[in-house]
T-cell receptor, first 112, second 112 residues
């Protein structure tokens, strides 16, 4: 099993640009989530999904959109990037809602 | 407010020495607690999970303890190796709301 995979590994954007961070898992987990990690802070939940077609907001959802058309994929969209969105983004999946997640390798995003 | 505090923020030790990382939480009602290891540039990987009834659990040179009365957990690393250099994250699961609360992590550097 590949586990949780993310692409790209690193991305540079200009303010106002849009992009999609890709995430896929092959563990047949119903629950998937996106976190951002900033220096000196714990991982913060952006959005999560409890199954295909069902998504909900986490702690810091503003500026991000998600969709879940299949069990395997959970992309994160930045519609208009801002410097405050410079961060490392982790996709994760788990067996249960609130269960401890398996994390992907991360995407490092720099917004200029 | 549910919080997880880790100490120290960072730590430098010599190879072969032991160290202990602390995690204090105010999450209530408590479900369980997990320690993750995050290597530089990688996603967090689970080290061990502690349930309410467990006091001690070992995983090789890593030993986690839990005192649910004082709401404290520790991660003890024995005979440290250079590969132990990483960030160690404490995550607590709350029974209500299926919520995970992340600590900011302790950055450990092992020097030769």
């Amino acid at each position: 099993n590949a586990g949780v995979t993310q692409t790209p590994k690193f991305q540079v954007l200009k303010t106002g640009q849009s992009m999609t961070l890709q995430c896929a898992q092959d563990m047949n987990h119903e629950y998937m989530s996106w976190y951002r990690q900033d220096p000196g802070m714990g991982l913060r939940l952006i959005h999560y999904s409890v199954g295909a077609g069902i998504t909900d907001q986490g702690e810091v959802p503003n500026g991000y959109n998600v969709s879940r058309s299949t069990t395997e994929d959970f992309p994160l969209r930045l519609l208009s990037a801002a410097p405050s969105q410079t961060s490392v983004y982790f996709c994760a999946s788990s067996y249960t809602l609130g269960g401890f997640p398996y994390f992907g390798p991360g995407t490092r995003l720099l917004v200029l | 407010k549910n919080q997880v505090e880790q100490s120290p923020q960072s730590l430098i030790i010599l190879e072969g020495k032991n160290c202990t990382l602390q995690c204090n939480y105010t999450v209530s009602p408590f479900s369980n607690l997990r320690w993750y290891k995050q290597d530089t540039g990688r996603g967090p990987v689970s080290l061990t999970i502690m349930t309410f009834s467990e006091n001690t659990k070992s995983n090789g040179r890593y030993t986690a303890t839990l005192d649910a009365d004082t709401k404290q957990s520790s991660l003890h690393i024995t005979a440290s190796q250079l590969s132990d250099s990483a960030s160690y994250i404490c995550v607590v699961s709350a029974k209500e709301g299926n919520k995970l609360v992340f600590g900011a992590g302790t950055i450990l550097r092992v020097k030769s």
